[in-house]
């Protein structure tokens, strides 16, 4: 049984203030109330049934979305790092081109004299 079986059985068979035994006051005004708020109840039942599955779905919906916000995460986590490693590669890429430069500059001081003293 459910907890919402039991809320409902409980309220269907909860005594009210004005409910006595069948028995005492069959014919009774209270009997005749206590009946009706059976009816009541009994009425209501279907509602408070969709009303859990309405609830049921809500909260299945809800955990869905957190799987999805922690799926998320972790690809936005994943991106940063390959982000970060784009970003020190490029400057690596810039120390190294500063440095090619200077090796190329000091190439080029030796190159010209060497091509001169070769054609001698």
Request: charged share 25%.
């Amino acid at each position: 049984m459910t907890a919402l079986d039991e809320d409902i059985e409980a309220a269907v068979w909860a005594p009210s203030p004005l409910t006595v035994s069948k028995a005492m006051c069959s014919f009774d005004p209270c009997y005749v109330q206590s009946r009706s708020q059976l009816v009541d109840q009994q009425l209501l039942e279907p509602d408070l049934r969709a009303r859990d599955r309405e609830l049921t779905e809500i909260a299945k919906s809800i955990a869905i979305l957190a799987e999805l916000f922690k799926d998320l995460s972790s690809l936005v986590i994943d991106q940063g790092t390959l982000l970060d490693s784009v970003e020190y590669n490029i400057e690596q890429t810039a120390v190294h081109m500063n440095e090619s430069v200077k090796e190329l500059e000091i190439a080029t001081r030796f190159v010209p004299s060497r091509v001169a003293s070769d054609s001698d």
